[in-house]
């Protein structure tokens, strides 16, 4: 599904008309989530100010706290250099997680060997 947008049409949705977003905390680069988007979603992602996702499992529309009061203002969005996934900066009030964790990377730190440079 296209758009009539040039943004939304330089976007390679995958088979299921998807596409990933990180959402990242504009002014700390804190990463708090990752959701999908299908063109709808992006359409009013970049024209309503407010983050919506396509919820794989409820199958609808929802826009980032809209039930929880935990929203997502929208400071920017950007396409990665194979145009097969989204970033977009927002201001989070709130949690980012379902769970109420400020971001959905806090729990399980897999506790890798980490490298040098």
Request: glycine share 10%.
């Amino acid at each position: 599904m296209t758009l009539d947008d040039p943004r939304i049409a330089r976007v390679r949705f995958n088979d299921d008309g998807l596409v990933p977003a990180v959402i990242q905390q504009h002014d700390t680069g804190e990463v708090l989530m990752l959701g999908w988007m299908d063109a709808e979603a992006l359409r009013r992602t970049l024209t309503s100010g407010r983050v919506t996702f396509w919820s794989r499992s409820r199958q609808e529309y929802w826009r980032k706290g809209d039930t929880s009061g935990h929203m997502q203002f929208v400071k920017g969005a950007r396409l990665d250099c194979d145009g097969d996934t989204l970033l977009i900066s927002v201001d989070q009030v709130g949690a980012a997680c379902h769970t109420g964790d400020r971001t959905c990377f806090d729990a399980d730190d897999l506790h890798p060997v980490t490298g040098t440079a």
